[in-house]
C-alpha cells in the first residue's frame, strides 16, 4: 500500500466515479469497473464535465485535466482488476449485491491487496467474511460529491489489521482528503448522526408541521447547515436514504430508527431526488 500505483473502483456511478476522479487528480492510475458499457461510458462522462467546471474555475490546469482523465480505464471486464494494488467496491448500498462483488473481487486480486468497501451502513465484519482476507479488509466510506468532500471515514470490522488501517490513513491523505476512524456499528458516526436526522425531518413534513422550503430554511438559518435536510435527502438519493435506515432499524432493533411512511412513499414512486428529477423538490 506505500506504493500504490493502480487503484480498482467497482461502480461507475455516483460515487464511483468521484472516486476514480479523485484517484486520478492525484497521479495514481484507475481501473473503473461496471456491469454495462452505458453505464462505463457515463461514469466517464461525468468526469470529465467535473474536469472541466474545475479547469475552468481555475483549480486545475487543462494539462491536468487531461492527464487525469487519462488514467481512468473504464471497463466491464473484471478480470482489468487484477493488476491493481487496492480495490475499491463502490456498487449500490445492497448487501446481497456488494458480497456477490466481493467474492468475484477476491479471487482475482492478489494476497497483499487491500479490498475496501464504500458501504454507508453494511456491517464491514460480515462484508469481510465474505473474503479469504478479513484482515485486509476495510469500510473506506466517501462522501458525495467525492471531489469536493474533504472527509474519508474508515472503518474497520472485527478482523481488520492495524496494518491495514494505517494503510488506509496514509491512501486518505494522499488524495487530500481527511480520514478517520471508527469501529464496525450500522452508520458508523456520521450516518449515525445523519440519517435519523433527515428522517426525523421527513417525519416533520409527513406530519404537516411546516414546508419542505421553511424545514431546511430553518435547518439552514437556525443551526447553521449548509443545506437543509431534504434537499441534502434529495442529493443522496431517497432509496439510499431507506436503505440506510431499513439497516438501522433492523439491526438495531429499535423502533426510533423505523423509516418515516413518506420516505417509502416515494420511494415506492420513484422520486428518488435529484438522480431522478423529483424528490422534496423538483429538478430539471
Same mark, same amino acid.
Given at each position: 500500500m506505500s506504493t500504490l500505483?493502480?487503484?480498482g473502483v467497482i461502480g461507475a456511478g455516483t460515487m464511483g466515479n468521484g472516486i476514480a476522479q479523485a484517484c486520478a487528480v492525484s497521479g495514481l492510475d484507475v481501473v473503473m469497473v461496471d456491469v454495462a458499457d452505458t453505464a462505463v461510458a457515463k461514469g466517464i462522462a461525468t468526469v470529465a464535465g467535473s474536469l472541466e467546471r474545475l479547469h475552468k474555475k481555475e483549480k486545475i490546469t487543462a494539462a491536468d485535466k487531461d492527464a487525469a482523465l487519462k488514467r481512468i480505464e473504464g471497463t466491464t471486464r473484471y478480470d482489468a482488476l487484477g493488476g491493481c494494488d487496492l480495490i475499491i467496491e463502490a456498487a449500490t448500498e445492497n448487501e446481497e449485491l456488494k458480497v456477490k462483488i466481493?467474492?468475484?473481487?477476491? &479471487?482475482?486480486?492478489?494476497?497483499?491487496?487491500?479490498?475496501a468497501t464504500n458501504t454507508s451502513s453494511i456491517s464491514i465484519t460480515r462484508l &469481510? &467474511? +465474505?473474503? +479469504? /482476507?478479513? $484482515?485486509? !479488509?476495510?469500510? @473506506?466510506? !466517501? !462522501?458525495n460529491p467525492v471531489p469536493m468532500m474533504s472527509l474519508v471515514e474508515l472503518i474497520r470490522g472485527h478482523l481488520t489489521e492495524d496494518a491495514t488501517v494505517d494503510a488506509a490513513v496514509a491512501f486518505a %491523505? +494522499?488524495? $487530500?482528503k481527511t480520514p478517520i476512524v471508527v469501529k464496525n456499528s450500522p452508520g458508523f458516526v456520521v450516518n449515525r448522526i445523519l440519517c435519523p436526522m433527515i428522517n426525523e425531518a421527513i417525519l416533520a413534513l409527513q406530519e404537516g408541521l411546516a414546508s419542505p422550503e421553511d424545514i431546511d430554511n430553518g435547518m439552514k438559518l437556525g443551526c447553521s447547515h449548509p443545506i437543509g435536510p431534504l434537499?441534502? &435527502?434529495? @442529493?443522496?438519493?431517497l432509496d439510499v436514504m431507506l436503505a440506510v435506515m431499513e439497516v438501522f432499524y433492523r439491526d438495531f432493533n429499535d423502533p426510533k430508527y423505523r423509516p418515516a411512511l413518506l420516505l417509502k412513499e416515494m420511494v415506492a414512486a420513484g422520486h428518488? $431526488? /435529484? %438522480?431522478? $428529477? /423529483?424528490? !422534496?423538490?423538483t429538478y430539471k
Open positions: 500505483k493502480k487503484i466481493l467474492k468475484q473481487v477476491d &479471487a482475482l486480486a492478489g494476497p497483499d491487496v487491500v479490498i &469481510a &467474511a +465474505s473474503t +479469504s /482476507r478479513p $484482515g485486509k !479488509f476495510i469500510g @473506506m466510506h !466517501f !462522501f %491523505k +494522499s488524495l $487530500g434537499a441534502l &435527502a434529495d @442529493m443522496v438519493g428518488l $431526488g /435529484r %438522480k431522478a $428529477g /423529483r424528490g !422534496f423538490y
